[in-house]
């Protein structure tokens, strides 16, 4: 490059630069310098890719901070951030089969490489195999591993959800003339069924404002399909169709924005108050009390100065129905992104962004959203801001999105808004501590009541002889009586699969996965044992292999048992289920919704899936078949989670007039936690539990990193994460905790153990990042352990 282009040159630039033979990386400008740099041999750029920055310097900045905060290089932030259309060429993507066992004694060196980093992280895309390989030619590799069907081969695309068009039915015009409609009902006297579908069509009109869909009427009345048809034929019903877009929305904005509620006005006003001397605020609402209308107003208001707005949610392909919402008020000014979306509409949204278009004034995303190139951001909103998924585990930067938003934020000057119904500590300790400012919303939204908790103690129950199957009778009741009030039932299960675990009644011996220390779970369907961790399957025994018996028992149950009893005890009504199983095929999840939206479901049992935001009209009663396997967690947070858990999941209940019922199964009613759920008490709740982390220094009040050692030999990962643990402790004293093995210790012939850092408040956090760096470096040196992985982890979730 000549001297002319260096000055035209700046930081957010693409550039090519070629690698090796024939291999061209695309890199970002970081800074414009003269300085030679010492220790390598620098690479000529190739060509300048962009003519304006495609990177803010304030992105930058972000990305230097979580680099830095959460211990990763600036590459791996850069690498998350970007899209990948940004950095390749080709879109092909390279994934491991997920239920193959592999020989490794049989692959090529290439090809073991290749199998190698697809075990750390797949899909990969075709470059990273390039590079991988140090080659540019890797299509002959990768044949190899396609024959043997250790991978497959994709075009990253994501195919939108488009829902089939839904069916309404209203009375003809003719009938609006009051006349016309008493001499209908008079001749249909003798048409009593169709007579009926007519006063459910009116009593649900009465109900609702809302156009009425040919299957609520259906099932409202009990009419066949054929009765409706007959109306439609005789020209009484007019039907009609009406598009139920998700997530490409084509109109414009058409609902009014709501009129708030008093206590929702309240509370907006106090928000704006608290911005006035705060940057960050929760609002702690309970489920249903209407804060997404408060998030409307806000952005309302943002929207005019101009400003950015970004709207954080934990899983995006969960709240489908959020983005309708918000684009029903807002229109096209809405984008969102998503890690799903096609790589060109990843491109299009940032450059929306980098470009400040109305177009993307507001972004609804996941956790990645917060890598777009905002340059006038006025307001964030992080939606339901306890949920764990907002953390990222794997790969590197193991951020955590509401806390990267903060800081966001603040190099931005945006106020941030925090909301959720069951706070996080680490958020509400920064309300108490007032770095936060809090507002509350403590009612539903048009007087709704509460959801009526009751907890069912199976113990009991069991004794009595009273439990049919995993159901107590209590349960039943209340199944049956919401089912004869034509309302829905959710169930949550926590385990997916048939049962657990399978144990030999005479010997005690269950089958465990030859790659994992952890018992294989049965999943009936297939009758299939299957690994949860790492995708081993093998059909389900037929004796037991330690003693021969044959009297193989299950213990305990998940979600697939619990929809094969619902059946059985409810033949009638429509059973679905809804867990990892059941919803990978690419518009599952958002089918289930659908069906369950429309009435097509009488009873939907689920994972915790069913918890996150979702709001459903017709939902009667919620059960929890067994809160013990929650409480009983090996984990800090296990009862702040059940807690957050039970009260979300009993939220989906009764949104609307009639007050929602919760019947929670448990061993032990007299659980604290359990209590505090029932009577719906977040502030006792979190003082004790609190007082339980100061006391074992614990988040909020110590912060943790957490260190991570895997390798296929048990031996050398003790003794690596011993040798870390004891140069750890030289400065941290006791404030180091391991090595300990974790539950599962180990996962895809992997043998894994942990090592704890806790950080007291007042020790400087930069500070012993630093040592731990130091302590790094030496580790790195040592020969012995060069096949460990160590996986540093701030703020571990
Ligand atoms: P939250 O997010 O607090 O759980 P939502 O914002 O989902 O609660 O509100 C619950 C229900 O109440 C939704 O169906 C919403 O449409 C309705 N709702 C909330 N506020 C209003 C309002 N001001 N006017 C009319 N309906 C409202
Ligand atoms: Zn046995
Ligand atoms: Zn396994």
Not at 105 to 115: C, P, Q, R, T
Not at 196 to 209: E, N, T
Not at 309 to 323: D, F, G, R, V
Not at 605 to 614: C, D, F, I, P
Request: glycine fraction near 4%.
């Amino acid at each position: 490059m000549n001297k002319d282009e260096a000055a035209f040159l700046k930081q957010g630039f693409r550039v090519a630069v070629p690698f090796g033979k024939s291999k061209v990386y695309t890199a970002i400008v970081y800074q414009v310098h003269d300085q030679a740099p010492q220790g390598y041999e620098t690479k000529p750029i190739d060509q300048i890719l962009d003519e304006t920055p495609i990177v803010t310097p304030t992105q930058i900045k972000h990305w230097e901070w979580m680099a830095s905060y959460y211990m990763c290089t600036l590459g791996e932030v850069v690498k998350a951030a970007l899209p990948s259309a940004f950095l390749l060429e080709s879109e092909t993507m390279v994934s491991l089969n997920k239920d193959v066992v592999v020989d490794e004694a049989s692959l090529s060196d290439e090809e073991f490489l290749v199998l190698e980093a697809l075990e750390h992280r797949s899909p990969i895309h075709i470059n990273d195999v390039r590079s991988i390989l140090d080659k540019s030619n890797v299509v002959k590799v990768l044949q190899g591993l396609i024959e043997q069907r250790i991978i497959s081969v994709f075009e990253e695309v994501y195919e939108q959800y488009s829902p089939k068009l839904k069916r309404y039915v209203k009375l003809a015009q003719h009938f609006a003339i009051e006349e016309n409609l008493r001499e209908l009902l008079n001749t249909l006297s003798r048409a009593p069924k169709q007579r009926d579908v007519l006063m459910q069509l009116f009593m649900l009109q009465s109900k609702d404002k809302k156009p009425i869909g040919v299957d609520a009427l259906m099932k409202a009345s009990k009419a066949s399909s054929a009765t409706i048809k007959s109306l439609i034929n005789k020209e009484i019903l007019e039907e009609f169709y009406i598009k139920k877009d998700r997530v490409n929305y084509e109109g414009e904005a058409g609902e009014e924005v709501k009129q708030l509620s008093e206590a929702q006005s309240t509370a907006l006003k106090e928000i704006k108050i608290s911005f006035k001397e705060k940057d960050i605020v929760l609002l702690h609402g309970v489920t249903s009390s209407g804060k997404t209308e408060i998030y409307v107003q806000l952005i309302e208001e943002i929207l005019k100065t101009g400003q950015q707005i970004l709207y954080m949610l934990p899983e995006i392909a969960l709240t489908t129905q959020l983005i309708t919402r918000l684009q029903f008020y807002f229109g096209d000014k809405v984008s969102v992104y998503h890690s799903k979306y096609t790589l060109n509409e990843r491109v299009e949204v940032w450059n929306n962004v980098l470009e400040s278009k109305p177009k993307a004034q507001i972004v609804i995303g996941a956790r990645s959203s917060l890598f777009l190139p905002f340059s006038n951001l006025g307001l964030i909103i992080i939606d339901e801001e306890h949920e764990p998924s907002f953390k990222q585990y794997n790969p590197a930067p193991r951020y955590h999105a509401r806390d990267s938003a903060v800081v966001l934020g603040h190099l931005h000057n945006a106020k941030t808004l925090m909301g959720s119904a069951t706070p996080s500590f680490e958020t509400y300790h920064n309300c108490t501590t007032d770095k936060y400012g809090l507002v509350t919303l403590n009612k539903r939204f048009g007087n709704v009541l509460m959801p009526d908790i009751e907890l069912v103690d199976i113990k009991e129950k069991h004794k009595k002889k009273l439990m049919k199957g995993h159901f107590s009778d209590r349960l039943l009741e209340e199944m049956h009586e919401t089912l004869s009030n034509n309302e829905q039932i959710i169930l949550f299960q926590n385990r997916r699969g048939f049962s657990p675990i399978v144990e030999c009644t005479t010997c005690g011996t269950s089958p465990q996965c030859p790659n994992c220390d952890v018992s294989l779970t049965y999943h009936q369907y297939k009758n299939e044992l299957r690994c949860h961790y790492c995708g081993y399957h093998t059909t389900m025994l037929i004796s037991c292999m330690a003693c021969g018996s044959e009297s193989m028992d299950s213990k305990g149950f998940g979600t697939e048992q619990i929809e094969t009893e619902l059946k059985n005890l409810f033949p009638k009504h429509s059973v679905a289920r809804m867990d990892q199983d059941t919803t990978k095929g690419k518009h599952a999840y958002s089918k289930l919704i659908d069906r369950l939206e429309n009435l097509e479901i009488d009873i939907l049992v689920g994972t915790q899936m069913l918890a996150k935001g979702l709001d459903f009209r017709n939902i009667g009663l919620v059960g929890v078949m067994n809160a013990d396997n929650l409480l009983n967690f090996p984990d800090f947070r296990a009862h702040e989670r059940s807690f957050q858990l039970l009260q979300q999941v009993s939220g989906r209940a009764g949104r609307t007039q009639k007050r929602g019922k919760v019947l929670i199964q448990t061993y032990n009613p007299y659980h604290t936690i359990l209590q505090q759920v029932s009577i719906n008490d977040y502030k006792t709740m979190y003082k004790m539990q609190t007082d339980e982390r100061h006391n074992y220094k614990y988040p909020p009040f110590y912060r943790t990193i957490k260190l991570t050692f895997k390798d296929r030999n048990l031996q050398k990962v003790g003794k690596a994460a011993l040798w870390y643990e004891l140069a750890l402790e030289q400065q941290l004293n006791e404030n180091v905790l391991g090595p300990e093995a974790p539950p599962v210790a180990r996962i895809r012939n992997q043998y894994i153990t942990n090592v704890l850092i806790k950080i007291p408040k007042e020790q400087s956090l930069a500070k012993t990042k630093e040592f731990i760096n130091k302590v790094q470096r030496s580790f790195n040196a040592i020969k012995e352990f060069s096949s460990v992985r160590v996986i540093i982890d701030v703020d571990n979730y």
